[in-house]
Nanobody
Framework: QVQLVESGGGLVQAGGSLRLSCAASGTIFRINVMAWYRQAPGDKRELVARVNSGGRTNYADSVKGRFTISRDNAKNTVYLQMNSLEPEDTDVYYC????????????????WGRGTQVTVSS
């Protein structure tokens, strides 16, 4: 079982920056993909950015050029640097671990964090 704990959310003015962190713990051999999603009340959870173990990244069009995802494989931690924040970025941000290996060739379930609130005021 892998646990994810997010931190770094908060209230910021439009144009400001925040850095989210998500640390994974438990029995971990390797995590193939770590990702950030976000969700507003009543809306579908949407992908913000993802990074694989080799460092390849993907971003939602709405955050390209403003957000940067990175990971520290040694610490099983993923980060999301968010710059030029807009009120439309207000959401709960969730960390997800995909392709979690608990041993060589042994896969566990994907894991979600509990989320961290990001609020951008205009």
């Amino acid at each position: 079982q892998v646990q994810l704990v997010e931190s770094g959310g908060g209230l910021v003015q439009a144009g400001g920056s925040l850095r989210l962190s998500c640390a994974a713990s438990g029995t971990i051999f390797r995590i193939n993909v770590m990702a950030w999603y976000r969700q507003a009340p009543g809306d579908k959870r949407e992908l913000v950015a993802r990074v694989n173990s080799g460092g390849r990244t993907n971003y939602a069009d709405s955050v390209k050029g403003r957000f940067t995802i990175s990971r520290d494989n040694a610490k099983n931690t993923v980060y999301l640097q968010m710059n030029s924040l807009e009120p439309e970025d207000t959401d709960v941000y969730y960390c997800k671990a995909e392709g979690v290996q608990t041993g060589w060739g042994v896969y566990g379930n994907d894991a979600w964090g509990r989320g961290t609130q990001v609020t951008v005021s205009s």
